[in-house]
């Protein structure tokens, strides 16, 4: 059986005080795992006196899995996969699948026969702005043997030496990190993926060209020489549009370094124009792209990002668009839940856009996250699923089962605020996602009455006044349960910071539409509401002031719009019975005067 299942099995027993015996005791439970192609007589005993049916008919990484509690006396475990990741994603399925009571691990019965509806499933850590920690990328790998997720692309942008020094060696500091994290890949079935940008300078022609090209061997060969059978060379977000020219060295690598070792997976690239809108796919082909794919070598991988640089989501007919150009060597690689053109905001919201279709034209996605390692395992979590099961694919269930994997004790209170996290917009880029779903349309009712009769609708009014409680109260327990997930409470504070305001705020604003012809409650409730928008401020001054885009905003899309255009109306109304006072909101930010 394969080492890294059976390593992987004994730990899980061992978290859970189970012990391994020496020898078959009937009384116990009997865990039987290999391959389909091992001669393992128990496991093949017991596939036939169960009425198993093998792993031989599945796709690789696929496995079945079968807990039978009735045979014999303590039960029988039963995992074989097609391969060795196969059986070793059969062991993380059954890690899922126990379930604890009174310090007991307890197995329901089971069958099942599973398979990846993707083969290349993962990340490409390609974002602007700070690179993953050490830390985070461990973290992140080892989630991904979890979750059966199979590829990390290494590619962040500002890296210094993945772009802007790409000729240049990595310190042996960063190559002892390198080595690390290529052996917690291998331990956990996944691909580490060595990428190079070498677009924004390298030379193609004479001696500087040939001195390039050898310099982009060199680094990939120390790469090679720590176990690395995977590499990517990116010529993406970059002036140069010379398609041949670029085909051309990435095909001379593909046969001179790829090929010539013949144990490299095949190569993989981005091109320049890497949207379909860019290329020109439904309408005029555009000439870097018809050059391009038409020079590069059939067996390199193209990825490609959707109709824009960040769609709304990937359907079956750009597909098709793009493979009519590139054929069937295309990947998607996917800028959600990335947001590197949006850093004041997160993207905590459920995976959506993916259409179910695509399991039938394309064999590789993979995602691009945000630069909070810990938090983006919410949208990880998701696209895990949809890769792995695309027809039962759901989209809000994967949700609340990655809010769940990462605050089991405080799952409600972490969907609170994801719901209100989601949306990253506005932005040049024009993405968008669904944001605080539930009270969205009690939101709109509340204005609509307020604004066009002056008076409140009472049943939108108290489930508005009940969320505003649930937003204060959900910030206030996760700002407590640091412990939990410490680098999920260090990624997202900022962000619950203003979330905790934004309630207040809200709650502020509601007892000034009840209190307009009352001055004494109104002018409290007007300060408050008055005080909290400069708090607002305050947080969105200090914190994440590095990003290219600084500052902290939550629940931007409709709570704080909703909350702004309430309290401008409650102190018009009141301006009109017995005051003179300011009503219009104070912004995240001063407006600063050209």
Same mark, same amino acid.
């Given at each position: 059986?394969?080492?890294?299942? #059976? ?6 027993? !061992? ?11 009937? &009384? ?49 475990? #039963? ?28 197995? &329901? ?6 398979? =990846? ?31 059966? %997720? ?28 390198? @080595? ?23 030379? /193609? ?8 090209? @050898? ?10 020489? *720590?176990?690395?059978? !995977? ?88 597909? @098709? ?21 949006? @850093? ?5 919201? =459920? ?65 609170? /605020? &994801? ?24 939101? !709109? ?26 937003? #204060? ?35 502020? #604003?509601?007892?000034?539409?009840? !209190? ?5 409650? /109104? *002018? ?11 708090? %607002? ?32 109306? &409650? ?15 104070? =912004? ?7």
């Amino acid at each position: 059986a394969d080492a890294d299942a #059976v390593s992987d099995l004994k730990g899980f027993l !061992s978290e859970n005080g189970i012990t391994v015996n020496e020898q078959a005791d009937e &009384a116990d439970t009997t865990i039987i795992l290999g391959e389909s192609d091992d001669e393992i007589p128990a496991l093949d005993q017991a596939k036939e006196r169960l009425g198993i049916e093998g792993a031989d008919s599945l796709a690789e990484e696929g496995y079945v899995l079968s807990v039978r509690p009735e045979d014999s006396e303590g039960g029988t475990v #039963v995992i074989e996969g097609k391969d060795g990741d196969g059986t070793f994603y059969g062991v993380q399925t059954l890690r899922q699948l126990a379930d604890e009571s009174e310090g007991n691990v307890i197995l &329901a019965a089971a069958d099942i026969k599973d398979e =990846p509806s993707m083969s290349v499933r993962g990340t490409i850590e390609g974002f602007y702005g700070n690179p993953w920690s050490h830390e985070d990328r461990i973290s992140q790998i080892e989630f991904y043997g979890d979750m059966k %997720m199979n590829t990390y692309i290494y590619a962040p942008k500002d890296d210094p030496y993945h772009r802007e020094q790409w000729r240049e060696p990595y310190p042996e500091s960063e190559m002892e990190r390198m @080595q690390e994290l290529i052996d917690v890949s291998d331990r956990n079935k996944v691909d580490f993926v060595f990428a190079l940008s070498p677009g924004i300078d390298i030379q /193609f022609d004479g001696s500087a060209g040939e001195s390039d090209y @050898q310099a982009l061997v060199s680094k990939c060969q120390s790469l090679y020489d *720590m176990g690395v059978r !995977s590499f990517a060379i990116f010529f993406d977000d970059i002036s140069n549009k010379d398609g041949i020219k670029q085909a051309e060295l990435l095909n001379r690598f593909n046969e001179e370094f790829i090929q010539a070792k013949g144990d490299i997976k095949p190569l993989i690239t981005v091109p320049t124009e890497y949207d379909s809108n860019a290329m020109g796919v439904a309408s005029t082909i555009s000439t870097y792209t018809e050059e391009f794919a038409g020079t590069l070598d059939p067996s390199i991988k193209v990825l490609w990002t959707g109709t824009a640089v960040v769609p709304e989501g990937i359907d079956v007919s750009n597909a @098709q668009q793009v493979k009519s150009v590139y054929g069937d060597r295309m990947g998607i690689w996917w800028n959600y839940p990335c947001t590197d053109y949006i @850093q004041n905001k997160l993207g905590l919201g =459920p995976v959506y856009g993916l259409d179910k279709g695509l399991e039938d034209e394309v064999d590789f996605l993979v995602l691009n996250p945000m630069e909070h390692a810990e938090a983006s395992k919410i949208a990880l979590y998701g696209v895990a699923d949809y890769t792995w099961n695309m027809a039962d694919y759901d989209s809000r269930a994967s949700w609340k089962y990655a809010l769940k994997a990462l605050m089991p004790l405080h799952a409600d209170y972490l969907e609170t /605020f &994801a719901a209100h996290n989601s949306d990253q917009g506005p932005s040049g880029l024009e993405f968008r996602r669904e944001e605080s779903v539930s009270i969205q349309s009690a939101l !709109s009712k509340l204005l609509e009455s307020y604004r066009k009769e002056q008076k409140k609708d009472s049943t939108s009014y108290g489930e508005v006044a009940k969320e505003c409680r649930r937003i #204060v109260a959900s910030a206030n327990v996760l700002l407590a349960s640091e412990k939990e997930n410490p680098a999920l409470y260090k990624e997202i504070k900022p962000w619950l910071l203003q979330f905790k305001l934004v309630g207040e705020y809200g709650g502020e #604003v509601l007892d000034m539409m009840e !209190s307009f012809q009352m001055k004494e409650c /109104f *002018m409290r409730s007007y300060e408050q509401a008055r005080a909290l928008q400069i708090l %607002m401020r305050e947080v969105n001054d200090t914190y994440n002031r590095t990003a290219s885009h600084p500052g902290i905003k939550s629940g931007s899309r409709y709570l704080r719009p909703s909350f702004d255009a309430l309290f401008e109306l &409650a102190t018009e109304h009141f301006n009109k019975i017995c005051g003179n006072l300011d009503a219009k909101p104070l =912004p995240w930010e001063e407006v600063k005067k050209q």
